[in-house]
């Protein structure tokens, strides 16, 4: 006799691998997208912009395109499936790099803020491919499915920077140029790489019904797993965004900054093969409080030196720091929702992160130019012990309320 629950895995599974193939590819070249922003805007910001403290607006215009594209993709990802998310995100792609070129070759700074948000918005739909990969998919294959579309971040590490490295002086003087056409033709083979993937509409189950989300949210878990993507993502975005120019005002060269960029992002996805089997081990907090020490000891690296070792070793422990803390704190909220309340919660939460780290961004040029690269990593300290502290003490009420469930279980013998 078949089992039929079996085969239908089998045929979904099959399904799930084709399009595992196609989001890891996409995401490799998707992913040099935020590299060639990362690796030369603030470099081209300082160039174009009226003042050298606006250096790194375009960092920080990329990052609010990211906060500001995570509420539309589920929109119209719930709306009109994935592959439509996926198609505008790559088309936004696209423009960013003819919009960034032209930019350049007209010097105008505004022009080349507003391409690097379209980068942005390119990447807030590049967030939703991990969880693509295990629509549909047995429960068996969906974390193998999400850990092989990661690694295509660690090739996207290698990729982005290396395109820079190649076309940043084809078009002297317009240093950065060809890059951004070269970007533009990059979000063009994504765009057919991603226009076969087979992205099905979410269950209506899914969609509706629920707790509100007022109530999730004042859960202590939910609290802590939200405050800490908040402090991960945001710090990481901080030191990085400010550590290719910091670089260029100590004296050190673009392709110094270049391979710091490039081992930093490999250093970002290279661990999520791990990532999660230390989770499932040691659980959600302990890798988030890993992280977030991690994140720390990046800092203080970068406070002890300011030779091109020094940039390189903090910009890969800030990758790997990042690493633990936002995929354990991405852990912690799915302890805090229920099936049906995934999107929601799930959307709230990006939107958090991405608007805080938007926020934090816009100060990032002003800090570094009024106060120096010290001063970028002396910021990293505290909020990095509020989210230890808070952490510590969801945890702590955790614990309470597992003992308390214990000690209200009547003893049978009585």
């Not at 991603?194 to 004042?218: T, Y």
């Amino acid at each position: 006799m078949i089992d039929v629950t079996a085969a239908d895995e089998a045929s979904d599974d099959a399904r799930a691998r084709s399009n595992v193939w196609r989001l890891a590819a996409a995401q490799a070249l998707t992913g040099a997208n935020s590299a060639v922003i990362f690796a030369t805007g603030s470099i081209v910001g300082a160039t174009l912009a009226p003042d050298v403290s606006l250096a790194t607006v375009p960092l920080s215009m990329y990052v609010l395109g990211l906060a500001a594209g995570t509420l539309p993709t589920g929109a119209i990802s719930r709306a009109y499936g994935r592959r439509v998310a996926f198609i505008i995100g790559t088309f936004c792609g696209t423009l960013t790099g003819a919009l960034g070129a032209w930019a350049i070759l007209h010097s105008s700074f505004w022009l080349f803020c507003g391409a690097t948000f379209l980068g942005g918005l390119y990447g807030a739909v590049a967030q939703s491919y991990r969880f693509a990969a295990a629509d549909g998919a047995s429960v068996a294959f969906r974390p193998k499915a999400v850990s092989w579309v990661m690694a295509g971040g660690v090739f996207a590490g290698v990729l982005g920077p290396q395109l820079v490295q190649w076309t940043m002086d084809i078009w002297p003087p317009y240093l950065f140029a060809f890059s951004f056409v070269m970007q533009a033709l990059v979000a063009l083979v994504a765009m057919a790489v991603l226009s076969g993937v087979d992205a099905p509409k979410p269950a209506a189950a899914d969609l509706h019904g629920g707790r509100p989300l007022l109530e999730i949210a004042k859960q202590p878990r939910f609290i802590a797993a939200a405050l800490c993507g908040v402090i991960a993502y945001p710090m990481m975005n901080l030191v990085m965004t400010s550590a290719p120019l910091a670089m260029k005002m100590c004296g050190l060269s673009v392709s110094d900054s270049n391979f710091g960029i490039q081992w930093h992002i490999v250093a970002m996805y290279g661990p999520s093969f791990f990532t999660g089997s230390l989770i499932a081990r040691f659980g959600a907090p302990r890798i988030v409080a890993l992280g977030l020490a991690l994140e720390a000891l990046a800092a203080m690296i970068g406070l002890s030196g300011i030779s091109v070792p020094h940039f390189w070793a903090t910009l890969f422990v800030l990758g790997i720091g990042w690493n633990f803390a936002f995929v354990g704190a991405s852990a912690l909220v799915l302890e805090t929702h229920r099936p049906q309340e995934r999107n929601k919660v799930q959307a709230f939460n990006d939107f958090l992160v991405f608007g805080m780290m938007a926020i934090g961004s816009f100060s990032s040029g002003q800090l570094l130019a009024h106060y120096g690269w010290n001063a970028v990593n002396m910021v990293v300290f505290p909020p990095v012990l509020l989210g230890l502290a808070v952490l510590s003490m969801a945890s702590f009420a955790k614990r309470r309320t597992k003992l308390r469930a214990v000690e209200e279980i009547p003893d049978p013998s009585i």
